[in-house]
C-alpha cells in the first residue's frame, strides 16, 4: 500500500531525478535537475504547460527536493535539501505547486520514525513509535475516506490552516489544528502530521528493523484502528484528546501520571484546579520525562531540536512591551498594554484550554492550546503549560512544563521507559490503556 506526502509547497520548486524516472504525461526516461513554476495555475515545466507532473520511479533510485523548510512555524524552522525514495508527483494548488512523494507505507515509517527521532534509539523506543506512527496514520487516513467533502477552489491544501471558520464571538476566539487541512495529499511531511524528512536523515537499519518487527501492527480499541497522538515531553502528566483539538475523548488517550509506581495520593491531584496546576507546574516530580540523562534525551531529539533546553520545566520573560508587541503581531488584534494574562480554564495536564488576555484596549478569551502557544511567542510556547507571574513593571514571567500538546505517548518518557528496561508493548500500554495490538 502506497501513501502520498506532502512535502512542499512553493511557486517553483526545484528537484534532481537521481537515476531514471518514467515521466508519465510524456512516456519517457528522464533524470537530472529540473525546476517547475506556477503559471496560470498550471504548471510550467521545460517550456509546456501541464496540469500535473508525475515521475515514476523504476529503478529504485531518489530524488531530491531543494530548499525544503521543516518545524514551520516553529522555534527551530530551518531550510534543508531531502532526498526521498518513491516517485514524484507535483500538482497545482492555484496559487503554488505542490511536490507530493508517493511511497510505500513501511518505507515511509522507517523515515518517520528516524525523522521524530534518531535511529540510534533503543529498538523497544523505535518498536513503539512505528506501531503508534503507522496507526493514526491509517487511522486519519480512514478517517478522512469516510468524511471527504468536495474540494473548493480556495481551500488551503498546505500547512496547519484548516477549512473551518474560527470568528470571535461574544471576546472568545477558540481554534484548533487538524489534519484535515489536506485534500491533494494523505499526510504532510511536518510537525502538523508526522515528520518525514526523507531517506537521508539517519536512516540506518535499526529503523527498518524495529518497522520490520511490527509489520502491520497498530493500535485497536472497539474494533478501530486508534487515533495514537504523541509528543515530546508531557510534563509529568499526559492530557486529554479535547483539550487540544475537536470537543471529544477517547478512552485511549486518557489524561494519566506519566510514572508507574506513583504514591496512591498523587492520582488525585487534580490539574484543572489552578492552586494544583501552579504547585504542580513550580515543582519536579518524579516522572519518566523527567531526566537529564543525555544519552536518553539524544535517542529523542535531532539536531535541530537539541537546541531546546530545559522543556521538563522551563521560563520565558517578556518585557510588557515585548509582549503587547508578539500578541499584536500574532493574533492580529491591538490589545494595546497588557494588563494580565488569566487562565480561565486547565485541562487535565495542567495545560491551559482557555486564557484571558487583558489589555488596555482589547480583552480577548484564546484557546485552544496550541492558538495560546502561538499567540504567545514568536514561534510557538514549548507547551500551553504554565503560570503566569507579573512583576511591579508589568513584565511577565512564564513558568511552563513539557514540550508539546501532551495526548498519548510521550516520546521522552518512553525513551526512559526503554533505558529502564521496559519493552515496546508495554510502553504502549502504558501511554495507550484499553488498547490490542493487532496485526492489519
Request: hydrophobic residues 40%.
Amino acid at each position: 500500500m502506497t501513501i502520498s506526502v506532502g512535502i512542499i509547497e512553493n511557486k517553483h520548486i526545484y528537484f534532481q531525478l537521481d537515476n531514471q524516472f518514467l515521466f508519465e504525461q510524456v512516456g519517457q526516461t528522464v533524470s537530472g535537475k529540473f525546476s517547475a513554476t506556477i503559471f496560470n495555475k498550471k504548471i510550467l515545466f521545460c517550456e509546456k504547460i501541464y496540469d500535473e507532473l508525475v515521475f515514476r520511479n523504476i529503478s529504485n533510485a531518489t530524488f531530491t527536493l531543494f530548499n525544503v523548510k521543516i518545524g514551520i512555524n516553529f522555534h527551530w524552522e530551518q531550510v534543508e535539501n531531502q532526498h526521498f525514495a518513491g516517485s514524484l508527483k507535483i500538482v497545482s494548488n492555484g496559487k503554488k505547486l505542490v511536490a507530493i512523494n508517493i511511497i510505500d507505507i513501511e518505507k515511509y515509517l522507517c523515515s518517520v520514525i528516524s525523522s521524530e527521532m534518531s535511529a540510534m534509539s533503543f529498538p523497544e523506543l523505535l518498536k513503539a513509535h512505528a506501531v503508534i506512527s503507522r496507526s493514526w496514520l491509517l487511522a486519519n487516513i480512514e478517517s478522512r475516506a469516510k468524511n471527504q467533502e468536495p474540494r473548493h477552489e480556495n481551500q488551503n491544501n498546505f500547512g496547519l490552516e484548516n477549512q473551518r471558520k474560527f470568528p470571535i464571538l461574544n471576546s472568545q476566539f477558540i481554534k484548533w489544528y487538524e489534519n484535515d487541512v489536506h485534500t491533494l495529499f494523505d499526510v504532510c511531511a511536518d510537525d502538523h502530521c508526522q515528520r518525514y524528512q526523507g531517506v537521508g536523515k539517519d536512516l540506518i537499519e535499526a529503523a527498518k528493523n524495529a518497522v520490520e518487527a511490527t509489520k502491520g501492527e497498530v493500535l485497536m480499541y472497539n474494533g478501530a484502528i486508534c487515533d495514537t497522538r504523541f509528543s515530546k515531553c508531557c510534563g509529568g502528566k499526559t492530557e486529554l484528546f479535547s483539550s487540544c483539538w475537536a470537543d471529544k475523548d477517547f478512552d485511549y488517550l486518557i489524561s494519566k501520571d506519566d510514572f508507574l509506581h506513583f504514591g496512591l495520593n498523587a492520582k488525585l491531584i487534580d490539574l484543572t484546579d489552578e492552586k494544583n496546576a501552579e504547585k504542580f507546574i513550580l515543582s519536579s516530580p518524579k516522572c519518566f520525562c523527567n531526566t537529564n540523562n543525555k544519552e536518553i534525551i539524544n535517542q529523542v531529539l535531532k539536531d535541530f531540536d537539541k537546541k531546546t533546553n530545559d522543556f521538563f520545566r522551563w521560563k520565558v520573560f517578556y518585557s510588557n512591551r515585548e509582549l503587547s508587541n508578539i500578541l499584536h503581531e500574532k493574533s492580529n488584534i491591538d490589545f494595546g498594554k497588557i494588563v494580565d494574562l488569566i487562565p480561565l480554564k486547565r485541562g487535565h495536564s495542567g495545560r491551559i484550554t482557555l486564557l484571558k488576555i487583558v489589555g488596555t484596549k482589547k480583552t480577548i478569551n484564546v484557546g485552544k492550546e496550541l492558538e495560546i502557544r502561538r499567540w504567545l511567542s514568536k514561534s510557538h510556547l514549548y507547551s500551553s503549560s504554565f503560570v503566569v507571574k507579573k512583576n511591579e513593571k508589568g513584565d511577565f514571567t512564564l513558568y511552563g512544563a513539557g514540550w508539546g500538546h501532551g495526548v498519548g505517548l510521550c516520546q521522552i518518557g518512553a525513551a526512559v521507559m526503554s533505558a529502564q528496561g521496559y519493552n515496546y508493548k508495554q510502553i504502549l500500554t502504558h501511554y495507550f490503556e484499553n488498547t490490542k495490538i493487532v496485526t492489519v
